[in-house]
């Protein structure tokens, strides 16, 4: 029922495109991030909360069709449906059902709870596509409760010191899910722009998380001790080197691995992904049921076999052109 194309990931019996990195005419939209949101479609369908996400980024002018997790629509016969992916606040799996057979499109995901967005929900189906941006045995995170215990004592210790703690995670997702987490006894908390902004795009949908903007009129003073949220794109600019003194932290799956805290030249790595790790990846593709399975966004051709000789799986990589590549998840 599903075409891997140039376009994208294609269902012709209801001519729609999962995700697609070029212009068509009707697209399902899996989350928010640019790597799966593009510019230039006829027409939207997505989740209500990636909806306001989209209007902000692409245009309030963009034609949507918002749907609620569970909710079902029928186009030419095929009935579509978003459930939850536990990647990003509004993130959805995409099922495909048509004559009898079931198709489940993962997006990106995670399926541990991180308090912010709706929790991962297997789906069961005949064929999955699933991501596997964390596809090795290797990349296996410790519990989220104990990193953010880490995180806290870290915050504290530097805020005695006097010092500064800049937090690094995506604008859109992670950012969200330090802010839920951290001790606001500690100290102020501050936002750079690029997340002051999508927490006032998500304040829409009900969602409030601590922490002020932090405008150039902020007093040094102000800022004395406290945790300033930021997106890695900040490293290393005049507006991160304005809070000197600090320490900078960088809150990502690849700090697993201790060679990618040194290159990018942070202080602190805390390993804290929007992504499955391996053994969640394992269980999400098990709990589905699923006989086939297609591999993608990331490492393909590993996780392909494991499925293959591990689990017995018909499993096969899918390169897709307009996949970001496993160093984007930052």
Same mark, same amino acid.
């Given at each position: 029922?599903?075409?891997?194309?140039?376009?994208?990931?294609?269902?012709?019996?209801?001519?729609?495109? @999962?995700?697609?990195?070029?212009?068509?005419?009707?697209?399902?939209?899996?989350?928010? =991030?640019?790597?799966?949101?593009?510019?230039?479609?006829? #027409?939207?369908?997505?989740?209500?909360?990636?909806?306001? @996400?989209?209007?902000? #980024?692409?245009?309030?002018?963009?034609?949507?069709?918002?749907?609620?997790?569970?909710?079902?629509? $029928?186009?030419?016969?095929?009935?579509? $449906?978003?459930?939850?992916?536990?990647?990003?606040?509004?993130?959805?799996?995409?099922?495909?059902?048509?004559?009898?057979?079931?198709?489940?499109? +993962?997006?990106?995901?995670?399926?541990?709870?991180?308090? *912010?967005?709706?929790?991962?929900?297997?789906?069961?189906?005949?064929?999955?596509?699933?991501? +596997?941006?964390?596809?090795?045995?290797?990349? #296996?995170?410790?519990?989220?409760?104990?990193?953010?215990?880490?995180?806290?004592?870290?915050?504290?210790?530097?805020?005695?010191?006097?010092?500064?703690?800049?937090?690094?995670?995506?604008?859109?997702?992670?950012?969200?899910?330090?802010?839920?987490?951290?001790?606001?006894?500690?100290?102020?908390?501050?936002? =750079?722009?690029?997340?002051? /902004? &999508?927490?006032? *795009?998500?304040?829409?949908?009900?969602?409030?998380?601590?922490?002020?903007?932090? @405008?150039?009129?902020?007093?040094?003073?102000? %800022?004395?001790?406290?945790?300033? !949220?930021?997106?890695?794109?900040?490293? /290393?600019?005049?507006?991160?080197?304005?809070?000197?003194?600090?320490?900078?932290?960088?809150?990502?799956?690849?700090?697993?691995?201790?060679?990618?805290?040194?290159?990018?030249?942070?202080?602190?790595?805390? !390993?804290?992904?929007? =992504?499955?790790?391996?053994?969640?990846? /394992?269980?999400?593709?098990?709990?589905?049921?699923?006989?086939?399975?297609? %591999?993608?966004?990331?490492?393909?051709?590993?996780?392909?076999?494991?499925?293959?000789?591990?689990?017995?799986?018909? &499993?096969?990589?899918?390169?897709? #052109?307009? &996949?970001?590549?496993?160093?984007?998840?930052?």
């Amino acid at each position: 029922m599903l075409k891997f194309t140039e376009r994208g990931v294609y269902c012709p019996q209801a001519d729609v495109y @999962i995700d697609p990195w070029e212009p068509v005419e009707r697209a399902i939209v899996t989350h928010g =991030h640019s790597d799966h949101a593009r510019r230039g479609m006829g #027409r939207y369908l997505c989740h209500q909360h990636t909806a306001l @996400i989209l209007r902000s #980024r692409l245009g309030a002018d963009i034609v949507i069709q918002e749907l609620a997790y569970q909710q079902a629509v $029928s186009i030419n016969g095929v009935r579509i $449906s978003l459930h939850p992916a536990g990647h990003i606040i509004g993130s959805a799996q995409v099922r495909l059902a048509y004559k009898g057979e079931v198709w489940v499109v +993962s997006g990106d995901y995670k399926c541990v709870n991180d308090g *912010v967005s709706i929790p991962y929900e297997p789906v069961p189906c005949h064929h999955f596509v699933t991501e +596997s941006t964390f596809g090795l045995p290797i990349y #296996r995170f410790p519990q989220p409760g104990a990193v953010f215990s880490e995180i806290n004592g870290w915050w504290a210790q530097n805020a005695a010191e006097g010092t500064n703690t800049v937090l690094l995670g995506y604008a859109l997702g992670k950012s969200q899910v330090i802010l839920r987490h951290l001790d606001t006894s500690i100290g102020p908390i501050f936002l =750079h722009g690029a997340v002051a /902004n &999508a927490n006032a *795009v998500l304040a829409s949908a009900g969602y409030q998380f601590p922490g002020d903007y932090l @405008i150039p009129e902020t007093g040094r003073q102000t %800022v004395k001790g406290a945790a300033i !949220v930021a997106p890695p794109s900040a490293l /290393n600019t005049s507006w991160l080197r304005k809070l000197m003194p600090y320490r900078i932290a960088l809150c990502s799956g690849w700090m697993q691995l201790r060679g990618t805290r040194r290159r990018k030249g942070v202080d602190r790595g805390f !390993v804290l992904s929007d =992504h499955a790790d391996w053994d969640q990846l /394992n269980r999400a593709v098990i709990a589905t049921g699923a006989g086939d399975v297609y %591999v993608t966004h990331g490492y393909e051709g590993p996780f392909a076999r494991w499925l293959r000789d591990q689990h017995g799986l018909q &499993a096969s990589e899918v390169h897709l #052109r307009g &996949a970001a590549t496993v160093e984007d998840e930052l």
